[in-house]
């Protein structure tokens, strides 16, 4: 089974300053992760994934997330923070392989103050 | 280019009306197919997948019900709506390869009144 928690319903930063989204993840495959945001009213859209490989990923509009096995933890950051960077954040993970169900953690939603 | 469609966009319907929504893929073949339910608070719950023509996994026994009638079309149906079938429900598809990723449609804010 796996399950995806994300830590902070609600979180608040300045512009420009440093954007941390907390991902924890259980799997008893290796995973597959991903970061999807969402605007208002709208779908989601993939910000970056982590399949294999290099566990620093990159994503688009300057995120990024690292992968680390032992803390079962698949944090996204972001050096400075945009005011277009308010939005909800989705952490999610999949088996791979022949799992298909990607499971969803509840989201948080960023708030970016001028 | 891979497209989804989802419609419609909003939907207000009384308590124990039926339900349907429609959504279908464009520009790949056999996807597997997703519902999820989207309410506050709660994040992203799935509600069904299906990874071929009338093969249907329900993940949260409920009011709905899920149709896959063609490769690329996948419908979300209710015979009578609860107030509790409230919520933005999000259609995606996923093709098992390189790109492992699921894509999702724009989304149906339905309301039960």
């Known amino acids: 089974a796996q399950s995806v928690t994300q830590l902070g319903s609600h979180v608040s930063v300045s512009e420009g300053a440093l954007v941390l989204l907390r991902c924890n993840y259980s799997?008893?495959?290796?995973?597959?992760l991903f970061w999807y945001v969402q605007y208002p009213n709208q779908g989601l859209q993939l910000l970056l994934k982590?399949?294999?490989?290099?566990?620093l990923v990159k994503g688009i509009n300057g995120f990024e997330a690292e992968f680390k096995k032992s803390e079962t933890s698949f944090h996204l950051t972001k050096p400075s923070a945009h005011m277009s960077d308010a939005a909800e954040y989705f952490c999610?993970?999949?088996?791979?392989?022949?799992?298909?169900?990607?499971?969803f953690g509840t989201g948080t939603r960023l708030k970016v103050l001028a | 280019s891979q497209t989804i469609h989802q419609w419609p966009a909003t939907l207000v319907q009384p308590v124990g009306s039926p339900l349907s929504l429609e959504c279908t893929v464009e520009g790949t073949s056999n996807p597997n197919l997703y519902w999820y339910r989207q309410a506050a608070g709660r994040g992203l719950q799935l509600l069904f997948y299906?990874?071929?023509?009338?093969?249907i996994s329900s993940e949260v026994p409920q009011n709905l019900s899920a149709s896959r009638p063609q490769d690329r079309q996948f419908i979300l149906s209710s015979k009578k709506l609860l107030l509790s079938d409230s919520g933005f429900y999000l259609c995606?598809?996923?093709?098992?390869?390189?790109?492992?990723?699921?894509?999702f449609g724009q989304g149906t804010r339905l309301t039960v009144v």
């Open positions: 995606a598809w996923s093709v098992l390869g390189e790109r492992v990723e699921a894509f």
């Open positions: 982590y399949t294999t490989g290099a566990t």
């Open positions: 999610a993970v999949s088996g791979g392989g022949g799992t298909y169900k990607y499971i």
């Open positions: 799997s008893s495959v290796p995973p597959y």
């Open positions: 299906s990874v071929g023509i009338g093969q």
